[in-house]
Structures are given as C-alpha cells and as structure tokens.
C-alpha cells in the first residue's frame, strides 16, 4: 500500500536496500548530500530510499554503482525489491519509471487507460475480471490506481499524450451514468497544459495503431522506453531499434488522430448523446 507521502510503505527489501546503500555510502565517506550529488537526487529522497520509505528508480542501482565502487552488491540487492501492492508484477518496472518521466505517450484500443478513468469505471474493470477479485485486492487496485492518476498534476511539467479509440466511449462500459461522468472526467483533465488527448475516429481508411496498444515513455536521462501489454503479460522494451518503430508509429497516429479541439467536440458531442 503506498502512504499519504506517495511513497511506498517500508518493506523488508526496501529496508535492506537501504541498508546496504548507507553502508556504501559511509564506506566511501560521503554524506548524504554529497551522494545525492554525484547521482542527481536530493539529500532527502537518499534518506528516504536508505531508510526503506522509497522505492528507487529503476536507473538507481547503477548511478550508484558507479559512485560506491561498482561491488555489484546494489544491482544484485535492487533485484529483491518488493514492489507496489495493487499493481501487476509485469507493469511495476513500467509504473516506476512513470513516476519520474518527463514524456508519457499512450495509445489505446481496449479500454480507457488508467491514468484517464474514473472509480466507478475502474470498479466495473475490477467487477469483470477473471477470476474473480477479492474485496481487499480491488480495493488494493483501485488505490494504486489512484495514485498513479496523480502524476497529472503533481508532474506539471511531463507531457502527457494520449490517443484513444472513439469505440471506447462508445460501448458504455458501466452503463450510461458510469460513461457520462467518464467524459466529462477525461473533458476536465483535457484542460490541464501538459495533457493532449486525441480521438481516433471510428471510420479511418488509413491507421497506424492496427498492431495494437502501445505506451512510450522518456526519462529525465532522455533514454525512451516502451511498454507494450497483453493478456496476463506485458513486455518492457528497451532496444532503441523497437522503440524508433513504435515512436515513428506513434508520430503517425497522432496525425492521423483528431486534433485537440475536434476531439473535445467530439466528446462533448458524445456526452450531449448520452
């Protein structure tokens, strides 16, 4: 469970990660000031990860390595980390980089992307799957859910783009008062300066997204990523060849996609329907 902080709550992993990270640090003599500089953190997020209360980013381990005299014991610790209740095991690599990046790009076909959805949206998700949820484990997925929706306007300064399928608003998942508050969720976070949604209309001859959902992601250290997800799966790229390909993809859809404005009328066209 995360706390009031958005960090994650203190794990055994996360303590011992710590631990050997202070231990290092101390070794080679740096304060904790002096550390954070030399791997581009501040004094208080190195407290917070030697402490076991933050989950480091996933390029962590390595800048350290690199200042702590490259033991290899961070990269072998940073391996057993526990990760983030309520998220699947294969989108946790995914879902910490998210949490830093300075570019967010996601295409989708299937279903409105948790970043965009509403609670009773997200509940009939929950409610539909197979096998059947617990109580405690929708509730557990609903709270990161959550927290992740924050980075909109915690991250001000990411981009955030999405293109969506006009069917998924179309097929009233929840019913008519589930889709009607959707809209008007995704209209009110349309509005916000670093976020740019775009329809793909239902009738398009030519369409670059036909292989299927896609997320792509920059870092602070400028190195894109993609994410690419299926059934009980999901697959994390890194080889700069693929991801050019999806990025190129991408570029396509969102030319093909309707424009800012034209996509809010739409919505709103969608929602006056209802």
């Not at 309520?86 to 996601?106: C, K, N, P, S, V």
Request: proline share 5%; net charge negative.
């Amino acid at each position: 469970m995360l706390g009031t902080s958005g960090e994650p709550e203190s794990s055994d992993s996360l303590r011992t990660f710590g631990a050997v990270v202070q231990a290092l640090r101390e070794h080679a003599g740096l304060s904790r000031e002096e550390f954070g500089d030399r791997v581009g953190l501040s004094k208080h997020t190195v407290a917070s990860v030697e402490l076991g209360r933050r989950m480091p980013d996933p390029t962590f381990a390595e800048r350290s390595e690199a200042v702590l005299g490259n033991t290899g014991a961070l990269r072998r610790a940073a391996q057993h980390l526990a990760r983030q209740p309520g998220l699947a095991a294969w989108f946790r690599r995914w879902a910490r980089l998210e949490a830093t990046a300075i570019t967010l790009y996601t295409y989708e076909c299937r279903l409105i992307p948790g970043l965009l959805q509403t609670e009773a949206y997200a509940r009939q998700l929950f409610d539909d799957e197979l096998p059947p949820l617990a109580d405690e484990q929708i509730e557990a997925q609903w709270e990161a859910r959550a927290e992740r929706q924050r980075l909109l306007r915690q991250r001000p300064n990411t981009e955030f783009s999405f293109v969506l399928e006009e069917h998924l608003f179309l097929r009233h998942t929840g019913g008519v008062d589930v889709t009607r508050e959707l809209i008007d969720h995704v209209l009110e976070i349309s509005v916000l300066r670093n976020v740019e949604i775009q329809i793909m209309p239902l009738v398009r001859e030519s369409h670059a997204g036909l292989h299927g959902p896609m997320q792509l992601l920059e870092p602070p250290e400028n190195k894109w990523f993609a994410y690419i997800e299926g059934p009980e799966c999901g697959q994390f790229i890194s080889d700069p060849k693929v991801v050019g390909v999806l990025q190129r993809r991408y570029a396509r859809m969102r030319a093909q996609a309707l424009s800012l404005e034209d996509s809010v009328s739409l919505l709103q066209r969608m929602r006056g329907d209802l």
